[in-house]
T-cell receptor, first 115, second 112 residues
Framework: EAGVVQSPRYKIIEKKQPVAFWCNPI?????LYWYLQNLGQGPELLIRYENEEAVDDSQLPKDRFSAERLKGVDSTLKIQPAELGDSAVYLCASSLRTGVQETQYFGPGTRLLVL | GNSVTQMEGPVTLSEEAFLTINCTYTATGYPSLFWYVQYPGEGLQLLLKATKADDKGSNKGFEATYRKETTSFHLEKGSVQVSDSAVYFC???????????FGSGTRLSIRP
C-alpha cells in the first residue's frame, strides 16, 4: 500500500513569490492534516480536513495561507506571498477517523526555503 | 494549555547502550500518549502509543509507560542499535479532537 505522497520534496523561492504544495493521502483515509515543522521543533497543525470540510483551521495564517481539498482526496496548500519566516518543512498526514484515537500517517514533507 | 516537554538533544550513545528519553506532559482530561520517530529523509512514523494510565506501549524493543501520577511517558530501550539513529517525538492527542500536540523532538545518534 502506498503511503502519503507529497510533492515537491524541496522548493526554493524568493520572498513575495507564491508557492504550492500537493498531498495525496493514503487511499480511503477521510481525514487529512497539514503541519508546519520549523527547524528543531515538532510539527504544529495548520489545518485538518474531514473529507472535503476544513474542521480545524484555527492555526492557519489566513492572510497568506490557503488550502483546499477538492473531492475529499488530494489537497493543496498555498502560500501567497511567501515570507522569509515561512522557510520550514510542510508535512501532510492522513488517517481514517473511526471515533477512537486513530493513527496519523505522515508523508516525507516538502522542505521550503524562502530567500 | 496542553503541552509536551522532552529532553533536549542530541543524545549520543554507543551501540548496545541503554536508552532513556524523558517526556513529560501537561494536559486536561485523559489524552493518549505517543512516541513518533523520524528517520533521515523520511516522514514521521508512529513508534508506540498508550491510551490510558498505566498502559505500556512497546514496539521494536522500545517501551514507554503512561504514568499519570508523574505526567510522564519516558521512552526506553535496553540495547540500542546504529539503525535507531533518528529524531524521536513525544506527543499527546485526544480522540474527540483528532489533534496531536508534539514535543520539540530529541535527536539520537548511535555510534558503532
Amino acid at each position: 500500500e502506498a503511503g502519503v505522497v507529497q510533492s515537491p520534496r524541496y522548493k526554493i523561492i524568493e520572498k513575495k513569490q507564491p508557492v504550492a504544495f500537493w498531498c495525496n493521502p493514503i487511499s480511503g483515509h477521510n481525514t487529512l492534516y497539514w503541519y508546519l515543522q520549523n527547524l528543531g521543533q515538532g510539527p504544529e497543525l495548520l489545518i485538518r480536513y474531514e473529507n472535503e470540510e476544513a474542521v480545524d483551521d484555527s492555526q492557519l495564517p489566513k492572510d497568506r495561507f490557503s488550502a483546499e481539498r477538492l473531492k475529499g482526496v488530494d489537497s493543496t496548500l498555498k502560500i501567497q506571498p511567501a515570507e522569509l519566516g515561512d522557510s520550514a518543512v510542510y508535512l501532510c498526514a492522513s488517517s481514517l477517523r473511526t471515533g477512537v484515537q486513530e493513527t496519523q500517517y505522515f508523508g516525507p514533507g516538502t522542505r521550503l526555503l524562502v530567500l | 494549555g496542553n503541552s509536551v516537554t522532552q529532553m533536549e538533544g542530541p543524545v549520543t550513545l554507543s551501540e548496545e547502550a541503554f536508552l532513556t528519553i524523558n517526556c513529560t506532559y501537561t494536559a486536561t482530561g485523559y489524552p493518549s500518549l505517543f512516541w513518533y520517530v523520524q528517520y533521515p529523509g523520511e516522514g514521521l512514523q508512529l513508534l508506540l502509543k498508550a491510551t490510558k494510565a498505566d498502559d505500556k506501549g512497546s514496539n521494536k524493543g522500545f517501551e514507554a509507560t503512561y504514568r499519570k501520577e508523574t505526567t510522564s511517558f519516558h521512552l526506553e530501550k535496553g540495547s540500542v542499535q546504529v539503525s535507531d539513529s533518528a529524531v524521536y517525538f513525544c506527543a499527546l492527542g485526544y480522540s474527540s479532537a483528532s489533534k496531536i500536540i508534539f514535543g520539540s523532538g530529541t535527536r539520537l545518534s548511535i555510534r558503532p
